[in-house]
């Protein structure tokens, strides 16, 4: 399994190796059982970003949203339906700039909702701006 893509658990943190052949299979964590490849838009926490953007060989794309943005609350459930349509290739997260403040400062956020695309533990594109999911799809598909 050396050869496996490496994937932080998005509730624990830890690394996992998982075949590339498995990527769409529901793959679930060592440690704690979670999915790792689950098809929706998870919630993470700033330590969880930072491993998982320098860390995944899947491409991860962020979404930073805030609960008091008109815009972000439009894209919210259009972010989520993009996830189950990307699932196995691309994993989709989203940070509360309320709650991790210094995710905000530590990647240049200057409005919401901003979405980022890291692969290879680097950042390889940026939007601002709410998007419809079939912008969402075609936009990652570019990472």
């Known amino acids: 399994m050396a050869d496996g893509k490496k994937l932080t658990c ?3 943190a830890q690394v996992n190796r998982v075949p590339e052949d498995r990527l769409d299979n529901a793959p679930k964590c060592g440690t704690c059982g979670a ?9 993470i926490d700033f330590a969880t970003l930072q491993k998982a953007a ?5 491409p991860l794309v962020v979404d930073f949203w ?5 815009p972000c609350k439009m894209m919210a459930p ?3 339906r ?3 349509e990307v699932r196995g290739r691309v994993r989709l997260v989203k940070i509360n700039t309320e709650e991790h403040p210094r995710a905000s400062q530590a990647y240049g956020i200057r409005g919401i909702p901003t979405m980022i695309g890291f692969s290879g533990g ?9 998007q419809r999911s079939p912008e969402i799809v ?4 570019g990472i």
């Open 138 to 141: 075609a936009w990652v598909r």
């Open 66 to 70: 805030a609960p008091w943005c008109g």
């Open 78 to 80: 259009e972010f989520s």
């Open 122 to 130: 680097r950042e390889r594109k940026r939007q601002s701006g709410a």
């Open 54 to 58: 320098r860390t995944d060989d899947v």
């Open 35 to 43: 999915p790792l490849m689950s098809g929706k838009a998870t919630e």
């Open 82 to 84: 993009a996830a189950g």
């Open 10 to 12: 998005l509730e624990c």
